[in-house]
């Protein structure tokens, strides 16, 4: 794996552990695409840091429990946000 692409997957790991944030927010952090980040996180980090991607990973299985809740979330602001202005 060439040196810039683990130095990265390091870093996105890192990242998402310590802002314990979303697929979607790292990869507009870092300017690239979602599946870039998944890609690096799950498999190549696997590879480099058994430690830290483990710790990734709890980070992702809480993100995606609580899934369903952020997007109802966003729902009701979106009609809200209508019913303001509309």
Known sequence: MRQ?????TVE??????EKKCTVRE?????????STVHK???????KINLMLANQVG???????MERHIRGGNATREKYRH???TG
Not at 4 to 8: A, L
Not at 58 to 64: C, D, G, I, T
């Open 40 to 46: 690096d996180v799950t498999q190549r980090l696997r």
């Open 82 to 84: 209508i019913k303001e």
């Open 4 to 8: 810039h692409i683990e130095e990265r």
């Open 26 to 34: 790292a990869a507009k952090k870092f300017g690239i695409s979602k």
């Open 12 to 17: 996105l790991g890192k990242y998402i552990v």
């Open 58 to 64: 709890s980070v992702l299985l809480e993100n995606k």
